[in-house]
């Protein structure tokens, strides 16, 4: 049992959590290291990706994992709903915003580069990249943890805790990756498709907090009572605040999701302006070279327009 929640230890009280800590040197290891060989190599790698991918995506998984959120996750309903909507949409967000495939395309070896360019044609991530696929995961995600038996699995076993905290980063990278397109997809979908999928995901997100805000049954009550937790609010209370930050947080949330939406739809537009344009020049240059030679010449068509 840590120490009561008060501001204090919300800032100070932080947990050395092994997996978490490892996972993030790794992965930040890898892209620091990539970024630099592209760079190097005299390519260019915009410096946004890399903001993004350690400090929205390392940034807000170690926040959910290290910080007094993950040191009161066990303890607190509240805290874990918070730690959810951070490794389920804030964290697998700045992942998939860094662009990760694409570095690892430009910078890995041919025979891995043909390997991901095969698995991103297979059947699996057709089927996972397809909009309806990746938008149910990550709508029923939530729904399957807090009204199945695996919540409380999850609060009784440290080995299923971060099992489930990888599945959460793994299920909301998949659902960003399909549905941004920095990186390759197996096959792309209209940007306004994802933006209908926001709207949607927003009202089942009202749902699942109205839920557990109205509803009479205290998820996990047997092992909150034998925590016998003398301080904080109590579950019915908990609860009610955890409601609302699934709700709440987790609509704000989708905003920076939205944001990148439109941003990629506008720079699509603009390129394909600029591709058309360039079309139509060359078609127009093609036109023109189809005229006869002595119209350019300056003599004969001085004499042509004599005439």
Known sequence: MPEPLTVIT????????PVSLVLIALLGGWYAT??????????HWPRARSVTWFGGGLGAYALATLSSIGAYSDVLFSMRAAQVILLLMVAPLGLALGAPLTLLRET????????????LHSRFCRVL??????????IATPWALYFTDWY???LRSPVLDELTRLALLLIGFAYFWSRLQLDPVPRGYPHLVSVWITFAEVVFDAALGLTLWFSGHI????????????WGPDLRLDQTIGAGVLWIVGDLA????LGALLNRMSRQDAEQAVRIDRELDEREAEQSSDRPWWEDDPVLSERFRRR
Do not use: E, K
């Open 10 to 17: 919300a800032l100070a009280v932080w947990t050395p959590d």
């Open 219 to 230: 998820v996990a009550a047997d092992y909150y009572q034998s925590l016998g937790r003398a």
């Open 152 to 154: 409380p699995a999850v």
């Open 254 to 257: 989708g905003l920076p999701f």
């Open 129 to 138: 990249a397809f909009p309806a696929t990746a938008s149910a995961l990550l």
């Open 34 to 43: 990539a970024v630099r060989r592209v760079r190097c190599g005299g390519g």
């Open 108 to 119: 890995a070896p041919p025979g891995l580069v043909a390997r991901l360019r095969s698995a």
